[in-house]
């Protein structure tokens, strides 16, 4: 059965703190994705890998950045975590370029005091 | 997300209707299409797929049909029940690799 996990359910953080976000797929799938979800806005792209070490911005990569060592591992970093950025934060992976199902973890909720 | 339903088109349906949620999309390079389904707290969950090739495709309770000429697609749940109560939106992909963009979604409630 398809797998994306998220590390955390729940992170509450202050602003100017740095924020890391985990996110595990076993499918060994080859493309990543971080989105970020808000009410009225819908899912919009943060950054996205299709292979270890690469990345691409997304929609709106402003205030983050990303790692991926693993090929299995993608992480969202927040530099300085600022209160716009409190979200609903998602990770999702696919299997190749074009055509193929983006599975989804279950997403973290992340708050920004 | 919790409050993913704020600000959507509400569709609201009796358990044991057949229930009909639309998406306009935008490109209409695009050749591939997703819904999901996202219930309350949870990440959006794969419901059926479709490519530019066909104008419809049936899955278990669910069918979904393309309509290229006017960009539109249509997700039919058949006998709705309480448990398909959810945030449906839907996905295209197209135009570049990798990136589906997403409708805002539509918030379907199953009254009992």
């Known amino acids: 059965d398809v797998k994306v996990t998220q590390s955390s359910r729940y992170l509450v953080k202050r602003t100017g703190e740095k924020v890391f976000l985990e996110c595990v797929q076993d499918m060994d799938h080859e493309n990543m994705f971080w989105y970020r979800q808000d009410p009225g806005l819908g899912l919009r792209l943060i950054y996205f890998?299709?292979?270890?070490?690469?990345?691409e911005k997304g929609d709106i990569p402003e205030g983050y950045s990303v790692s991926r060592e693993k090929k299995e591992r993608f992480s969202l970093i927040l530099e300085s975590a600022s209160t716009n950025q409190t979200s609903m934060y998602l990770c999702?992976?696919?299997?190749?370029?074009?055509?193929?199902?983006?599975?989804f973890g279950a997403g973290t909720r992340l708050s920004v005091l | 997300g919790e409050n993913v339903g704020l600000h959507l088109p509400t569709l609201s349906v009796q358990e044991g209707d057949n229930s009909i949620i639309n998406c306009a999309y935008s490109?209409?390079?695009?050749?591939?299409f997703i819904w999901y389904k996202q219930e309350s707290g949870k990440g959006p969950q794969f419901i059926i797929d479709i490519r530019s090739n066909m104008d419809k495709r049936q899955g278990q309770r669910v069918t979904v049909l393309l309509n290229k000429t006017v960009k539109h697609l249509s997700l039919q749940i058949a006998a709705t029940q309480p448990g398909d109560s959810a945030v449906y939106f839907c996905a295209e992909e197209g135009g570049s690799n990798y990136k589906l963009t997403f409708g805002k979604g539509t918030l379907l409630t199953v009254n009992p």
């Open positions: 490109n209409s390079a695009s050749d591939y």
């Open positions: 999702a992976s696919s299997l190749g370029p074009v055509g193929n199902i983006q599975y």
């Open positions: 890998s299709y292979d270890v070490k690469m990345k």
